[in-house]
């Protein structure tokens, strides 16, 4: 028995190792990493692809994102765009890389000889040293047909490295194949040939040519995608309100709790113009933010007899998500964090053009500038915004 077990792995350990010799000798995926948290897929494209980089793997950091994965990992990434740092804490632990000065400091200030990389306005962390910094995370490497598949997860797995790959074999092709759709250059025309002198001849009357048909041209990155679009309340609030409606946009202001005493009369205006407010809750557990949502719902009544009915609560999982929809309210959950992108170009890249895209962007000055770029873009490749009223999001979200 022992003997046939023994015999079983070393023929799957032979096939492993024959798939990655075919792929890196097809030269087609031996550099693509793709990429999984616990039994999620996350999109790669060519700004957030996994990289090497002094002998260590560096992943973008938003596989760390409860809002980008919307998974609980119990660690958590949050870039802040002001000051330029990435937080990655577990609630005990805590380490701020410090993108100017190129250098990490824990929650004490105590230097860490530890740093991110910046590449394509993406920052990218070692994620085998934050394994080990934190302890209740791991990640893994396993080669795909389509690329080595870079996976971070906690004890809340359910499935084995082998067994998702073989679970999500389509979607891990589906990914490899819009990579590759997204890198590819246009096509070169054929060189125009050199006239030659013709033989002096009589010349016939010509006969009309057919005009040629023009070659189909190359569809824009987020053509025809469908989007609706969130704000997180910033500083420039009132200046972004104002740019979506100048261009006949309506989008979901998101506000926290603590934040609409002081901004009353922009919450009456917002709603008054026909854009829709609702409320990002930071709780990390259901009863939190469920009590987060008792008040803001209250505030909102006294400030504009506005019902709350959207919110967003980015550090609960699914669980957690589903108390929240049992309570009555509709959540947002962010699909494409445009911050996380860095510019309008590739925030088009990350859109589907098969099913919505929830978009959510800042109100602080990196945000209004790139929405204006980005709004222009979304024009040029028609696509469709809609906005995010409660039927529209309960339809999407549940």
């Given at each position: 028995?022992?003997?046939?077990?023994?015999?079983?792995?070393?023929?799957?350990?032979?096939?492993?190792?024959?798939?990655?010799?075919?792929?890196?000798?097809?030269?087609?995926?031996?550099?693509?990493?793709?990429?999984?948290?616990?039994?999620?897929?996350?999109?790669?494209?060519?700004?957030?692809?996994?990289?090497?980089?002094?002998?260590?793997?560096?992943?973008?950091?938003?596989?760390?994102?409860?809002?980008?994965?919307?998974?609980?990992?119990?660690?958590?990434?949050?870039?802040?765009?002001?000051?330029?740092?990435?937080?990655?804490?577990?609630?005990?632990?805590?380490?701020?890389?410090?993108?100017?000065?190129?250098?990490?400091?824990?929650?004490?200030?105590?230097?860490?000889?530890?740093?991110?990389?910046?590449?394509?306005?993406?920052?990218?962390?070692?994620?085998?040293?934050?394994c080990g910094y934190f302890g209740n995370i791991n990640?893994?490497?396993?080669?795909?047909?389509?690329?080595?598949?870079?996976?971070?997860?906690?004890?809340?797995?359910?499935?084995?490295?082998?067994?998702?790959?073989?679970?999500?074999?389509?979607?891990?092709?589906?990914?490899?194949?819009?990579?590759?759709?997204?890198?590819?250059?246009?096509?070169?025309?054929?060189?125009?040939?050199?006239?030659?002198?013709?033989?002096?001849?009589?010349?016939?009357?010509?006969?009309?040519?057919?005009?040629?048909?023009?070659?189909?041209?190359?569809?824009?990155?987020?053509?025809?995608?469908?989007?609706?679009?969130?704000?997180?309340?910033?500083?420039?609030?009132?200046?972004?309100?104002?740019?979506?409606?100048?261009?006949?946009?309506?989008?979901?202001?998101?506000?926290?709790?603590?934040?609409?005493?002081?901004?009353?009369?922009?919450?009456?205006?917002?709603?008054?113009?026909?854009?829709?407010?609702?409320?990002?809750?930071?709780?990390?557990?259901?009863?939190?933010?469920?009590?987060?949502?008792?008040?803001?719902?209250?505030?909102?009544?006294?400030?504009?007899?506005?019902?709350?009915?959207?919110?967003?609560?980015?550090?609960?999982?699914e669980s957690g998500q589903d108390a929240l929809r049992?309570?009555?309210?509709?959540?947002?959950?962010?699909?494409?964090?445009?911050?996380?992108?860095?510019?309008?170009?590739?925030?088009?890249?990350?859109?589907?053009?098969?099913?919505?895209?929830?978009?959510?962007?800042?109100?602080?000055?990196?945000?209004?500038?790139?929405?204006?770029?980005?709004?222009?873009?979304?024009?040029?490749?028609?696509?469709?915004?809609?906005?995010?009223?409660?039927?529209?999001?309960?339809?999407?979200?549940?």
């Open positions: 028995m022992k003997r046939a077990i023994k015999i079983i792995l070393t023929a799957a350990l032979c096939v492993s190792i024959l798939m990655g010799l075919i792929v890196s000798a097809n030269g087609s995926a031996a550099s693509i990493y793709l990429m999984a948290v616990n039994d999620r897929p996350m999109e790669m494209t060519a700004e957030n692809m996994p990289m090497w980089a002094g002998g260590a793997l560096y992943v973008p950091y938003t596989m760390l994102s409860s809002r980008v994965t919307t998974i609980n990992l119990g660690v958590s990434a949050q870039y802040n765009s002001t000051r330029r740092t990435v937080l990655v804490s577990s609630g005990q632990q805590g380490v701020v890389f410090d993108l100017q000065a190129n250098s990490a400091y824990d929650i004490q200030n105590n230097p860490l000889d530890v740093h991110a990389v910046v590449r394509n306005s993406m920052v990218f962390l070692p994620i085998g040293w934050i990640y893994s490497l396993t080669p795909t047909p389509y690329g080595t598949l870079v996976r971070v997860t906690n004890s809340a797995v359910v499935l084995t490295d082998q067994e998702y790959v073989g679970a999500a074999s389509s979607q891990l092709a589906d990914n490899y194949n819009r990579y590759l759709a997204s890198i590819q250059p246009p096509a070169t025309p054929a060189p125009t040939p050199r006239p030659t002198a013709a033989p002096s001849v009589p010349t016939p009357v010509p006969t009309p040519a057919a005009t040629p048909t023009p070659a189909p041209s190359e569809p824009l990155p987020g053509e025809n995608a469908e989007v609706s679009l969130a704000y997180r309340w910033g500083n420039h609030g009132a200046e972004v309100a104002e740019s979506l409606e100048n261009a006949n946009l309506r989008a979901l202001f998101l506000f926290s709790p603590d934040e609409l005493p002081d901004n009353d009369d922009a919450v009456r205006r917002l709603i008054a113009v026909g854009h829709t407010v609702g409320l990002t809750l930071s709780g990390e557990t259901a009863e939190d933010c469920l009590t987060q949502a008792e008040e803001g719902s209250a505030l909102l009544a006294a400030i504009a007899r506005y019902p709350l009915m959207v919110v967003e609560a980015p550090a609960l999982d049992q309570a009555g309210y509709i959540l947002w959950v962010t699909q494409v964090d445009a911050g996380y992108y860095g510019s309008a170009s590739a925030v088009m890249r990350a859109l589907s053009t098969r099913s919505a895209n929830l978009v959510e962007l800042t109100c602080d000055e990196a945000g209004l500038s790139l929405s204006q770029y980005l709004w222009n873009s979304m024009t040029t490749a028609k696509c469709t915004v809609r906005q995010a009223v409660p039927p529209l999001l309960a339809s999407l979200t549940g």
